[in-house]
């Protein structure tokens, strides 16, 4: 359905209220993630854990990441984005909540199912900015870009000082959390009114379905995805512990760590934006992937004096790379119903590719006793990633197909303005 052109305050409180909401979603993207890893060597001594329990704990999120996003589309089309979105923030706070509350017993399966309910938020955040907002969908992804890079500071910068002065409390360290995930299900509320009505139902053949996977372009985007979520976890995963072994204090290494989500911040709303701005965007592929490797090398190679340097330099290109992999689940698709299956494919088997970095880096330390091989293999593929991103950066697009509605639907209320 067209958009309203019309409509005035009203018009501008609806968009109020959508930014204000997607804001609140994407704060919470990381919270539950970049809270551990400052976090890790304290946890192994309070909870028992060995390094390669810190090791799957820190590859528990993308691994989650990667096999829930492969029924977000599926959600998507039974019951529509808003609906889903709302009970994700809420299994969020649920999860961090559990996880807070008995974390002997509860860290693992906590993590696991806040990090369920983002892999969800992940997929369908973008799909329905392309449906609510299509003229503005590079904004608004910047938007939660943003939010996402501002969660994922405060949650690095603040573990270990509030785990220390709460006196080695490790229930409030980690169920602090829980609270913006509560607000932010309540900011979504007022979004149910705009879900889409389902296009036919379960039973019947879906028209607007189409075999994704059969599409190079699918495969790049999602092999861009997976590269930078692969580079971006293992460095958030273990930079703190690179950098505690090196002599940094923790409160230090928390600090780097936080300096890598300010650089994050930097680019997550340009670039998106930018991107929206040109058909093609392999001219923000290229610095981004060499700033990337250089923070990476800096970070393990060059003198402590300048790892704020090189940390911010890899938090900048890493938040150019993640805006771009999100647009590119948007930009390469013709139509929302597309998008959202290229963003539940892109993510299923990108992260489930990620998931090989944390676990792989740490398992490689404890096999090597060092870093220089982990660090080394980041860098190589930082080069593979380099070139699939130069082929998803095109300006291609994948086939247009339209859904049929079937018989006795109501037409949906997809766009700003709409009413029903």
Known sequence: MAERSSGGPRRKYQITL???????????????ITSLPPLFPDLGIRLHLSSAALSLLAAT????????????????????????????LGVLTAGLLLRGAAPAVLLFPGTALAASAIAILNVLLSSMVKRRWP??????????????????????????????????SVRLALGLWAAPAALAMLLWLPQLRYRAAVAAPLSQPAAG??????????WQVTAFMGLQSLLYYAA????????QDRGTPAVTAGNLLALMGVGN??????????????????ALVVP??????????????????????????????????????IFFMMARAPNPGVAASLSAFSQ????????????????LHTATGSWDIPVGLLLVLCVVELAVGVLAGRPLVLPAVTPEPAPGDLAPRDRLGDRG
């Open 265 to 282: 911040l930097a680019t997550s709303l340009i670039v998106p934006v930018l991107a929206h701005r040109s058909p093609g965007q392999r």
């Open 236 to 243: 958030l995963s273990w930079l703190p512990t690179i950098f």
């Open 348 to 363: 299923s088997v990108g992260y489930l590719m990620a998931s090989a970095g944390p676990l792989g880096v740490g398992l």
């Open 61 to 88: 999120p993308v691994i989650c990441f990667g096999v829930v996003s492969a029924f977000a589309a599926w959600l998507n089309r039974r019951f529509g984005e808003e609906p889903i979105l709302l009970v994700a």
């Open 288 to 325: 981004s992937l060499i700033g990337t490797a250089a923070g990476l090398a800096g970070a393990l190679w060059a003198p402590l004096g300048q790892a704020p340097l090189w940390v911010l330099v890899l938090g900048i290109s890493q938040g150019s790379s993640l805006g771009l992999a």
């Open 209 to 218: 379905r189409i075999k994704i996977y059969r599409y190079a372009l699918t």
């Open 18 to 32: 959508l930014v204000m909401a997607v804001a609140a979603a994407g704060f919470n993207l990381r919270t539950a």
């Open 135 to 168: 003229e503005r969908a590079g904004l608004l992804i910047g938007v939660y870009l943003t939010m996402l890079s501002l969660g994922a500071i405060l949650s690095s910068l603040i573990s270990v000082p509030l785990y220390r002065s709460s006196g080695g």
